[in-house]
């Protein structure tokens, strides 16, 4: 019998996954799903809304400055970045890497404990494909959740350009759920036991703590070009607001001007996870959940 050949694989995958992506679209339709599909909604929108009912009045940004004197205009410049940074790191950040961590980091594994990763090894390209198909199932979940949050909680704060950042933040969300599903997906295809508490470890030292340090480690970290595009794309001055400080400069941000290349550094990124996953979903042996 001869090898499948690259465009067999491929004709195979352009049928099995939208079949998979279907069939998992169905079954997550569960009360179970809908409650954490809710959470991840109301949470940050609460949040934000709060903070911004707290916020003085005079502290607000508005559009009318020309009465305000420098100090004024500096104070509402700077609540505009609070507000958009709490944005990004409520949504984008937080809520959507903890989405996709729950959902896609057990995609293997949950189909090993629930005795069904059989079905897959008989089927031609069957892991690629319930690989594939369950990524693409917690993207969809978890960006638009974050992009119905974003979209709800927008218009009660203090923005500059409430339609700019929600553009911004929406685009974030998808990029982040692109990249960190890539991210904990491999993770879940090269563990096989504690699959999330070792994707949980590494999204808080990583994510959470080397993406802020002002080193070459950080720019390794989808945390870093997620907000370097945040800065660029809402006309954030980080000299501006750090200009005593150059640690923390070269900390938030790339020199990218445009923002154009940490999009593709990202989508770099996700791809480049997402293939080496697909790779070894096909090259690693997994045991059975009564063998372990």
Same mark, same amino acid.
């Given at each position: 019998?001869?090898?499948?050949? =690259? ?9 099995? %996954? ?9 079954? &997550? ?9 809710? #959470? +991840? ?33 500096? /104070?509402?410049?700077?609540?505009? *970045?609070?507000?958009? +940074?709490?944005?990004? *790191? ?10 996709? *961590? %729950? ?57 500059? =350009? ?53 080193? %070459?480690? =950080? ?24 200009? =005593?400080?150059?640690? /923390?400069?070269?900390? +938030? ?20 996870? #997402?293939?080496?996953? %697909?790779?070894?979903?096909?090259? /690693?042996?997994?045991?059975?959940? &009564?063998?372990?």
């Amino acid at each position: 019998m001869s090898a499948p050949t =690259n465009t067999t694989i491929f004709s195979s995958l352009s049928r099995a %996954v939208p079949g998979v992506v279907s069939y998992e679209l169905a079954r &997550s339709m569960t009360l179970g799903r809908s409650a954490m599909f809710l #959470l +991840m909604v109301c949470i940050p929108t609460a949040l934000l809304i709060a903070v911004a009912q707290l916020t003085p009045e005079e502290a607000k940004y508005t559009f009318d400055v020309s009465e305000l004197n420098k100090d004024e205009i500096v /104070v509402r410049a700077e609540t505009n *970045l609070a507000f958009s +940074m709490l944005v990004y *790191l409520l949504i984008p950040q937080v809520m959507t890497m903890l989405g996709m *961590l %729950v959902l896609a980091s057990p995609i293997v594994h949950s189909e090993l404990e629930g005795q069904t990763w059989v079905y897959s090894l008989v089927r031609h390209a069957g892991r690629r494909s319930l690989l594939l198909g369950k990524y693409i199932v917690a993207v969809l979940w978890t960006s638009t959740a974050g992009i119905l949050a974003v979209s709800l909680a927008t218009p009660f704060l203090p923005l500059k =350009n409430p339609t700019q950042l929600w553009m911004t933040a929406s685009l974030l969300c998808l990029l982040a759920s692109l990249a960190y599903g890539a991210l904990f997906a491999l993770i879940g295809v090269v563990m096989q036991k504690r699959v999330m508490v070792i994707s949980f470890v590494y999204a808080l030292v990583a994510e959470g703590v080397l993406a802020w340090i002002p080193a %070459v480690i =950080n720019q390794f970290t989808i945390a870093y070009r997620l907000r370097s595009i945040l800065f660029r794309w809402l006309n954030l001055s980080v000299d501006q607001y750090f200009q =005593n400080d150059g640690f /923390v400069r070269n900390a +938030m941000v790339a020199q990218d001007p445009s923002g154009w290349t940490q999009i593709a550094s990202v989508l770099l990124i996700a791809g480049a996870l #997402l293939g080496l996953a %697909v790779w070894l979903v096909e090259k /690693v042996q997994y045991s059975f959940q &009564s063998e372990l």
